[in-house]
């Protein structure tokens, strides 16, 4: 099985010059905590929920509405193809120890693979699964 079979293809992305409150309103809209950050087109980024808490709540910055998106951003991202094969990035997720892959194509981000993505896609069965599920619904 291909990732562009598993993967989730609506994704909501935001800029580096965005805020961490619209960053925390796509989150919300979405039923999220992971947003890519792009730039004319290109990846330059991921902005998850820990980032926020960890970046910008523990380091006790002050007004953390408007901190931007490329001040807390993880710019080292790990991706996948679309035709890379399923089992071979559910290796790459845990060997990263990740649990959300953009999937680029030509350089652009035509998807994104979660863990969800790979449990249900491999029709996976037992209570780890459906913990799994039950967390990342809508993944």
């Known amino acids: 099985m291909k990732v562009r079979d598993a993967m989730a293809k609506t994704i909501s992305t935001a800029s580096p010059t965005d805020t961490v409150r619209r960053l925390a309103s796509v989150m919300k809209k979405e039923d999220c905590g992971f947003v890519p950050v792009v730039e004319e087109g290109r990846l330059v980024g991921v902005v998850t929920d820990r980032d926020i808490v960890l970046r910008c709540l523990a380091n006790g910055h002050g007004d953390i509405g408007h901190e931007l998106a490329a001040e807390i951003m993880s710019p080292a991202v790990v991706t996948v193809a679309p035709d ?10 845990a060997r990263s120890e990740v649990r959300r892959l953009p999937v680029l194509e030509d350089g652009h981000i035509v998807g994104i693979l979660s863990l969800g993505n790979v449990v249900q896609a491999t ?17």
Do not use: S
């Open 84 to 93: 890379d094969d399923l089992e071979e990035a559910a290796h790459r997720m």
């Open 123 to 139: 029709e996976d069965t037992g209570p780890a699964v459906e913990a799994v599920l039950g967390v990342t619904h809508g993944a």
